[in-house]
Structure formats: structure tokens, C-alpha cells
């Protein structure tokens, strides 16, 4: 990324009140760093761990190991059987918020679902009897189905839906429904990926507008007595905070 932006380092300061945070919030997206991936194991673990693994984190599912540098799971023949789905711990932090709900949950909705983790994730936590996972994006669908397919989640239906469908077809019919929205990813400059012009105030207004409209319409698919999940990876408030 080089030389933090005028924009990046007006958002630190919104967010931290002191200035070691602030400095090291710059530094983690100016200088991104190498980061393990995660494990969410869909099937039972190996006997023998073909990884090396890393300590658990105090939020961290049973289900989910946290792996040590270096490691390639992606290359690995347990990844094609569809014994695991990888992702990188920040997601895995986000959906720790799942911990929080105790089971039984019937039916769980993921509005915004590729490429399928936060479903799958869902999924390991509740064993839901129902799993409908949707995607706006056409193009998205694929790698949503072949994720899933992989997986074993062969229950799962999968949507290329307006999320308006289903306050309009399911009103408060589902137990949990997880809405991990479209953002700016400022977040992802600290995987490397560029995020160009992700705290341009343009690119966050426009997202947040897009994010209202779909939490309108999750908050009427939740169920009396049911939770809705949202997460996004960005930090602007007006993307998480204020979009409520």
C-alpha cells in the first residue's frame, strides 16, 4: 500500500482515541503481513493432522483449528474430498458471534452467501434443518454451489434472489439469518488486496446504502424470538455501527 492515505489515517482517528492504536491500525493495512489460514472441518478430523496446528484462540469453535505459517491446505487431498472449507481467522472472527446463540436453531438464512462460509459455518454450529443460502450476485452462484457441494452440505437450497423475496415470502419464518454484506473490504488491504478507493466516502456511502436495504429486508425475515447475524469487513462506521 505504501504511505497511508489522508483518508485511512482520518479513519483511525475516528476509531481509536489513542494514538498506539491508531498507529498500529495504520501500520497493519500500510504493511500487511503474511497470515495463517483456518480450518472449518466438515467432516471428522484425520487421525493423523496433516497440519501444523496453532493454538486455539478463546473465541475459536471446537470445530475450526487456526493453522501455523507456511501451511497450504488449499493443495491438499482432504481439501478436494471436502473435508474442511479454508478461510482466514477474521472471518472465522466475525461468525464467533454464532457462539452467542444457543441451539436449537431450525432454519438458518444466509443472505449474501458466496463464496460459503459463513453458511458452512452456520452450519457446523447448529446442524440446522433447514440451510437456504442466497446470492444476489449471478456470477457468485457457482463457487457458491461448488463450495457447498464439496462440503457435503447436499441439504442446502441455494438462491439467486433479490434478499426483498424473502420478507416477502418467508416473514419472520426464519431462526437465524446471517447477512455478512457487500463493503468497501478495507479490511483486505491488510491481506494485501489493493480495496482501491475503499475509504473514499463515495464507495462507503454508496455500500451502506446497499446495506440498509438488505438489513430492511432481513429484519422482516426474522423470526419472533429469532437473531439476525450482520458482519462486514470494513471498519467505517457507517458501514457497521450506523447502518442500524
Known amino acids: 500500500m505504501g504511505e497511508p492515505s489522508n483518508l485511512l489515517l482520518k ?23 503474511p497470515y495463517p489460514a483456518a480450518l472449518v472441518w466438515t467432516q471428522p478430523r484425520p487421525e493423523v493432522m ?17 493453522l501455523g505459517p507456511d501451511q497450504r491446505p488449499g493443495q491438499h487431498p482432504l481439501h478436494q474430498a471436502g473435508a474442511y472449507y479454508c478461510l482466514d481467522m477474521a472471518s472465522v472472527f466475525s461468525a464467533a458471534v ?12 444466509d443472505l449474501c452467501a458466496a463464496p460459503g462460509g459463513k453458511s458452512l459455518l452456520a452450519r457446523q454450529a447448529y ?17 457458491l454451489i ?22 416477502e415470502h418467508l ?12 463493503c468497501s473490504g478495507q479490511s483486505l488491504l491488510a491481506k494485501g488486496d489493493p480495496a482501491l478507493g475503499c475509504f473514499h466516502p463515495v ?3 454508496k455500500n451502506a446504502s446497499r446495506q440498509k436495504r438488505i438489513l430492511t429486508s432481513a429484519t422482516q425475515t426474522v423470526a419472533e424470538g429469532g437473531y439476525l447475524a450482520y458482519m462486514t469487513c470494513t471498519f467505517s462506521p457507517e458501514e457497521n455501527e450506523q447502518v442500524g
Open 171 to 182: 416473514p419472520q419464518g426464519i431462526d437465524l439469518v446471517v447477512v455478512d454484506a457487500p
Open 127 to 143: 446442524h440446522p434443518q433447514h440451510l437456504w443460502c442466497n446470492e444476489v450476485v449471478r456470477k457468485r452462484v457457482k463457487i
Open 50 to 66: 496433516p497440519f501444523a496446528i496453532a493454538p486455539s484462540l478463546p473465541w475459536q469453535p471446537a470445530w475450526v483449528d487456526r
Open 11 to 33: 479513519l483511525s482517528r475516528r476509531l481509536f482515541a489513542e494514538e498506539a492504536d491508531r498507529d498500529a491500525f495504520v501500520d497493519a493495512l500500510a504493511h500487511p503481513q
Open 98 to 109: 454464532l457462539s452467542a446463540i444457543a441451539p436449537p436453531v431450525v432454519s438458518v438464512l
Open 146 to 167: 461448488a463450495n457447498l457441494k464439496r462440503c457435503g452440505a447436499t441439504e442446502a437450497l441455494v438462491f439467486n434472489l433479490d434478499p426483498q423475496a424473502f420478507a
Open 203 to 205: 464507495t462507503i456511502k
